[in-house]
């Protein structure tokens, strides 16, 4: 499955497509912590810290996708949708964040995909639009770097 939209296209690409497979070896997990935004935990966090001190501290903690809007564009039929790509650790610096930032900048430059059947979009490209840099959040008491991609999505007009 591509997807419905393209924070799903990249979601699904992440989490399945062999192109992808180098990335997912860098989360502890696997494609396990490869997570759309809203379905990472505390819990998720913790269990994968845990994990990580039986070995090698090598691997990122989580990565999430989220769907971060839409635009309309001067172009008739044709809207911007943004995609986040969050990479998550702890207690590691910005070394295993920048690795796995570089591997993804690398996997999706010139993604391209279809949307699936039925979801009324056309086919999508997507642009890298830039990066938040070493980021740490309180709640969740992580590092993190935010990635943004655009693409311009053509829509079925009725």
């Known amino acids: 499955m591509a997807g419905r939209d393209s924070a799903e296209c990249v979601y699904n690409f992440l989490k399945t497509h062999i192109n992808a497979a180098t ?8 494609a ?9 935990t505390p819990t998720i966090l913790a269990q994968a810290e845990t994990a990580r001190r039986l070995a090698p501290a090598d691997k990122v903690l989580a990565t999430t996708v989220q769907d971060s809007g839409e635009d309309p564009t001067a172009a008739h ?7 986040l790509v969050r990479v998550f650790d702890r207690f590691q610096g910005y070394g295993n964040l920048r690795v796995v930032r570089i591997e993804l900048m690398r996997i999706l430059k010139g993604f ?3 949307f699936d059947s039925g979801a009324e979009q056309g086919g999508l490209q997507i642009e890298y639009r ?7 959040d309180r709640v969740y ?4 770097e935010a990635l943004t991609y ?3 999505v053509v829509f079925k007009e009725d």
């Open 32 to 40: 396990d912590n490869v997570l759309e935004a809203g379905d990472l």
């Open 112 to 114: 391209y995909d279809q």
């Open 130 to 136: 830039g990066r938040t840099g070493y980021r740490w």
């Open 23 to 30: 990335f997912r070896g860098m989360v502890w997990g696997g």
């Open 150 to 152: 655009g693409a311009q």
């Open 77 to 83: 039929g044709v809207r911007a949708q943004y995609v």
């Open 141 to 144: 008491n992580v590092e993190y």
